[in-house]
């Protein structure tokens, strides 16, 4: 599996404070995403990057912010939480090859509560 | 409007038995699909996968089924284990490969001794 880890694990926060999620691979990976998990929505893509610097919007971007600096970082900002941004955030990798037979790997998510 | 569906939000199997979970997709672009497993408080991780040009792709107890002309796949377990207790996803991508997929809501499948 690839090394993934994402800190803090869990977090409650107040609304309209500002929450920062961090995401670190050892893979050398160039895609990075950011996926909220809710129940019945599955997965639900928030940004993306795919190199450094490089970052473009999901399905559900608005309220969120994303910053790649180094290949092994993707940070994902809550500028003011909301009560609906209350979810298990998950962030994954990939190659970014775009070979048949790829995969993501995923991180083991943080569960933020936003009270 | 979700390009991705899991119809059924959980299933119940028997051990020893074979559990089916579905998965049907609207967007005829999608040409590459994969089964990822969760277990509670962990990431999802990859199970299986496959490509439009394949309709069956086998991987030990897991065989993946793709119909194509009904947009339509399907995940067999057999025989099903105690330990595949879990929520079960599917995922497309329109590129053939494992950037930019859309995921189904997910299947809870458990197998009950």
């Known amino acids: 599996d690839a090394g993934i880890t994402q800190s803090p694990r869990h977090k409650v926060t107040e609304t309209g404070t500002p929450v920062t999620l961090r995401c670190h691979q050892t893979?050398?990976?160039?895609?990075m995403y950011w996926y909220r998990q809710d129940p019945g929505h599955g997965l639900r893509l928030i940004h993306y990057?795919?190199?450094?610097?490089?970052?473009d919007k999901g399905e559900v971007s608005d309220g969120y912010s994303v910053s790649r600096s180094k290949t092994e970082d993707f940070l994902l900002t809550l500028e003011s939480a909301t009560s609906s941004q209350t979810s298990v955030y998950f962030c994954?990798?990939?190659?970014?090859?775009?070979?048949?037979?790829?995969?993501?790997?995923f991180g083991p998510g943080t569960r933020l509560l936003v009270l | 409007d979700q390009q991705v569906k899991q119809n059924s939000p959980s299933l119940s199997v028997q051990e020893g038995r074979i559990s089916i979970l579905n998965c049907d997709y609207t967007?005829?672009?999608?040409?590459?699909f994969l089964w990822y497993k969760k277990y509670p408080a962990e990431g999802p991780t990859f199970l299986i996968s496959?490509?439009?040009?394949?309709d069956k792709n086998e991987d030990g107890r897991f065989t993946v089924f793709l119909n194509k002309s009904a947009k339509h796949l399907s995940l067999h377990i057999v025989p099903s284990q105690p330990g595949d207790s879990a929520v079960y996803f599917c995922?497309?991508?329109?590129?053939?490969?494992?950037?930019?997929?859309?995921f189904g809501s997910g299947t809870q499948l458990t197998v009950l001794p």
């Open positions: 496959i490509s439009s040009i394949k």
């Open positions: 967007n005829s672009m999608f040409d590459y």
């Open positions: 995922a497309a991508s329109a590129d053939g490969s494992a950037r930019q997929l859309t």
């Open positions: 990057s795919y190199g450094v610097k490089d970052t």
């Open positions: 994954a990798s990939d190659t970014g090859q775009g070979f048949s037979g790829e995969t993501q790997y």
């Open positions: 893979e050398n990976h160039r895609y």
